[in-house]
């Protein structure tokens, strides 16, 4: 099983040997080295690998996380199922994949904000007729008296409140291009996140 950890930079136009315009994102891919090995034998009962990357001040880790990681100092620490062929130490760098590859990569979106519905869910509004006065983006009625209801507002029910800053996993993307020597790939398409968003990809 491929997979590394990146972080988003931007978004460029990739040109195919056939001529075709591709849109891509920039991926900056630092190796990770891995922390732990799981196995179904072992006392975690399930087979996975624990990977961390880039640095971090000894200062500003627990006790509990520099005792788990020999006393290495890692920015972020993600884990992956299955671990065949790896050992604690091993590093793992953007020449795992290669070009064509389909991957799907997680992580986690903007923040918005506290929006409305409108932007948060598509609502059209109300009519900007004659008669409209400061309830040109409001939700409308959300029920709550009476009815199929029961008198309360039902669990789900599309309001306003905090929009993005969620888990995204987008599938189904192939590997432009591959650069070890800079520590870069490109990956078809768009990717969650800012500019400088840690991401997960990992080989379909």
Not at 147 to 155: D, E, L, Q, S, T
């Amino acid at each position: 099983m491929k997979f590394i950890l990146a972080t988003k930079e931007n978004m460029v136009r990739v040109f195919a040997d056939d001529g075709r315009a591709y849109a891509g994102t920039i991926l900056n891919v630092a190796p990770v080295t891995v922390t732990q090995v799981k196995t179904a034998e072992g006392k975690d009962g399930y087979s996975a690998v624990q990977v961390g990357q880039g640095t971090r001040k000894t200062k500003n880790i627990s006790k509990a996380v520099l005792g788990h990681t020999k006393g290495a100092g890692y920015e972020a620490i993600r884990e992956f199922a299955g671990a065949e062929g790896l050992e604690v130490g091993a590093s793992i760098d953007a020449s795992i994949f290669a070009v064509g590859d389909t991957v799907r990569v997680s992580g986690l979106t903007k923040g918005k904000g506290f929006t409305g519905v409108v932007k948060r869910h598509g609502f059209h509004g109300g009519p900007r007729s004659h008669g409209q006065k400061h309830t040109e983006r409001s939700p409308g009625s959300i029920g709550g008296s009476g009815g199929r209801a029961g008198g309360r507002v039902v669990k789900g029910k599309k309001m306003a409140g905090r929009m993005g800053a969620e888990r995204v996993t987008v599938t189904n993307l192939k590997v432009l291009a591959v650069d070890k020597a800079s520590g870069q790939m490109i990956i078809s398409g768009a990717v969650p996140g800012r500019r400088g968003t840690l991401l997960e990809v990992i080989g379909a």
